[in-house]
């Protein structure tokens, strides 16, 4: 690679970390925009339009190779017009091309490579390419020269190659038929997709498939509501299990808190190291929903983890949150997060390094790049029999030597932070914050989700609607669905946790303008894009699940939960046909669709009403909140009907007061009605109660047992090794 000195380019103007990144390339750099667009029509060039992430670990990587090199730059700025977009702030380019790319080559990532006509239409394309041919790729000067000669040589060629990719694009993502006027069974279809996953099930280590795995919240939360309607015991095992393993491996930050992207194993050992805002609050909910369903105090610990690790490192001062964190340090992918054997024995001592060593995992040879990622290897309970140490100071030993290794690790230089605010991802993780308090009942947790619903609400709603990026003191880019459904859903956990109407208001502004502007009047279900937005070469209307829920899934069961609150029947009308709108697909790939089936079984499930009146500064309306919150009852719908307002905005109010001021709480269930509770017990009595769980069913198999004997005889001859000078080898 050449290097040259750097210049700048069309991105320094710009506020995404990501486009700043390039900022200093040797390419002539455009953002998505009129300009770049035009330059092309005038000048007749193909686009190449690199699309990617700032915590894309090989977006950095293919950076370095080709992009900081002058001669590749050379190639670029001679034959195309070259556009940099942030997939995180441009979600419908992104969506777009992903799905061209994929119906070229058959699969898609980032950094995404794809090369366009000078009117957007895509023909060529790829992911990442080495600066020369390696891994079974042809090198990126390869790539320009075959991009370029396919737009130049055969026009009729080129054509039908572009009409191909464009019908693909409409036939995999328009608008699909409804082949039902009525919701249907929502357990038919839960039962085929659990049908579907139970195929795929890895049994010894959790999650789905024999490889890579993601985290896939949405199975895990379809999992837990098949278990409540219909008491699927092998469900809920699923779902925990999977959880249990997830939340001990290395795909965990078992220092700091927080989930990487995914397990780059089946064991969920060594992950690829980026953190992403999205990933940390669908998990944080969905580790609540486990805890409410189990009741094991592991998925609590898990979700208190993941909210320190964000309030620690993600969260501006403002209030809002940041979106990712990088895989890379100047040392490497990872490097911040693995430690070799010998720094762990200096820094604890022989003994004690020891205990750690074994509880998470470490070796001499080490498990990745010749160091350790950390790992629960062995519990508490196996180290103390095997070193015939109290099992109390072993815990001691571990929770002390976590503390110090985390502050060791905190002198470190760390991993970038992307610090630009997204509307949807925000949305996210308030609700996470919400529901985290209405169920753990830590009232910071409360409060930062309440500052951050204020900062969304003061600094990305405005007149306009609602903005999706908010950095360095502006915000811009017209929100999409995916902004819209997320933000009301918070809006409504807010209002859950606090009983504060003003949350319930502004989840109805959101709603009417996201109905205003999204609606499908013809086929029903929301469009990606608002009617006014920038006109593409496809309007895509996503039905199915990605890396987060559909949209679409999000904004029906959002619009459910406003309209029982409000009494809105258009609300209802809407999100029932917007369910109705993707049956068809929901019926053909239903483990593609979890975020609608669980929308879906929202929708068909009569929902369960608890009213509370009296002082919320009470003793005993706290307890009837607890109870509840306390087990997991996601079609539950619960207000305070605290004064006028209250009973204005929320009919279920009406009529409902606090005798001589002492809490009272109405239920209504499988349209029944109870004459009021007076006390958390009486309320607790009339709750309708999950499935019974089988006793032995959440027994933690020890994963050293599962070892063969000549693994751990390999990992004991390697702890006598490193501690044969101390005297401490296995006892």
């Known amino acids: 690679m050449v290097s040259v000195p750097k210049s700048k380019n069309s991105l320094t103007g710009e506020t ?32 190449f339009l690199s699309i990617g992430y700032s915590s894309c670990h090989w977006c950095h990587v293919m950076a370095h190779e080709s992009f900081e090199d002058s001669a590749t730059a050379q190639l670029m700025n001679q034959w ?93 993502g328009g608008t699909p038929a409804a082949s039902h006027s009525n919701l249907g069974s929502a357990k038919e279809l839960m039962d085929d997709s659990v049908h579907i996953m139970t195929e795929k099930y890895d049994e ?33 095992l699923m779902a925990d299990r999977s959880l249990t393993k997830m939340g001990e491996g290395g795909m965990f930050d078992q ?88 720094e762990v024995l200096d820094l604890l001592g022989p003994r004690n390094a020891k205990v750690i060593a074994r509880h998470f995992g470490m070796s001499a040879p080490g498990n990745f790049d010749r160091k350790n990622v950390l790992h629960i290897k062995e519990d508490m309970e196996t180290i103390s029999k095997a070193e015939n140490i109290p099992i109390f100071e072993i815990n001691h030993i571990v929770n002390a030597g976590r503390k110090a290794l985390f502050e060791a690790r ?84 807010l209002y859950e946790a606090s009983f504060d109407l003003v949350w319930v208001e502004r989840a109805r502004d959101v709603a009417d303008r996201m109905i205003a502007e999204f609606w499908d009047e ?42 029982r609150l409000t009494g809105e029947k258009s609300y209802l009308e809407k999100a029932e046909a917007t369910v109705a709108a993707f049956r068809g697909s929901m019926e053909s790939r239903p483990a593609s669709h979890n975020g609608a089936l669980c929308a879906l079984d929202y929708l068909s499930k009569p929902p369960a009403e608890m009213v509370l009146a009296g002082p919320k500064d009470h003793p005993e309306f706290e307890k009837m909140v607890q109870a509840a919150q306390e087990d997991l009852r996601p079609e539950k719908l619960l207000i305070h009907a605290d004064g006028e307002a209250a009973k204005k905005l929320l009919p279920l109010a009406e009529g409902k007061s606090a005798p001589q001021g002492e809490p ?48 751990n005889a390999n990992f004991l001859d390697a702890m006598s090794q490193i501690f044969k000078h101390s005297g401490l080898g296995p006892r």
């Open 664 to 711: 009272a709480a109405w239920v209504c269930q499988n349209q029944t009605c109870h004459p009021p509770a007076d006390s958390a017990e009486a309320l607790s009595n009339l709750l309708e109660k999950p499935p019974m769980i089988k006793l032995n069913i959440f027994d933690r198999d020890k994963d050293v047992a599962e070892k063969t004997t000549k693994e």
């Open 410 to 493: 905190e002198k470190r230089r760390k991993p970038d932070t992307d610090t630009k605010i997204l509307a949807g991802w925000n949305g996210m993780m308030i609700g996470a914050f919400a529901k985290g308090y209405s169920t753990l009942r830590d009232q910071n947790l409360l409060e930062s989700a309440r500052k951050a619903g204020e900062f969304v609400w003061k600094n990305m709603w405005a007149e306009s609607g609602l903005l999706r990026v908010y950095k360095d003191g502006q915000a811009k880019i017209p929100a999409f669905l995916e902004d819209y459904a997320w933000t009301m859903e918070a809006f409504l956990n």
């Open 522 to 563: 013809d086929g029903g279900g929301f469009f990606m894009t608002g009617e006014r937005y920038e006109k593409l070469i496809h309007r895509p209307k996503i039905s199915n699940d990605e890396a987060v829920p559909s949209a679409n899934g999000v904004a029906a069961q959002a619009l459910t939960t406003l309209g």
């Open 16 to 47: 995404s970390p990501y486009l700043l990144q390039h900022a200093d390339n040797p390419v002539e750099w455009y953002p998505w925009g009129e300009e770049a667009l035009q330059k092309a029509r005038d000048e007749n060039k193909p686009i």
């Open 255 to 342: 220092l700091g808190g927080g989930f990487h992207r995914y397990s780059t194993d089946r064991f969920w050992k060594v992950p690829h190291f980026e953190k992403m805002l999205y990933d940390n609050a669908l998990l944080a909910r969905l580790y609540l929903e486990a805890f409410q369903a189990t009741k094991q105090d592991f998925h609590k610990d898990v979700v208190k983890r993941i909210f320190e690790y964000v309030l620690r490192e993600m969260t501006s001062p403002e209030g809002g949150f940041y979106s990712s964190q990088d895989a890379d340090t100047e040392g490497g992918e990872g490097n911040f997060f693995l430690w070799e054997l010998k």
């Open 204 to 236: 010894e280590h959790g999650g789905f498939g024999a490889g890579t795995k993601f985290p896939e919240p949405m199975i895990y939360s379809l999992l837990l509501r098949h278990w409540l309607r219909g008491g699927s015991q092998e469900s809920l």
């Open 80 to 172: 195309f017009v070259n556009i940099k977009v942030d997939r995180e702030e441009r979600p419908d380019i992104d969506t777009i091309y992903m799905k061209a790319l994929v119906s070229m080559i058959g699969h898609g990532g980032w950094p995404m490579s794809l090369f366009l006509t000078p009117a957007q239409e895509p023909y060529f394309g790829g992911t990442y390419f080495p600066p020369t041919p390696k891994f079974n790729r042809p090198g990126f000067p390869q790539i320009l020269q075959q991009a370029r000669d396919l737009y130049l040589q055969d026009k009729g060629k080129l054509k039908s190659r572009v009409d191909q990719v464009l019908q693909r694009l409409v036939d995999g």
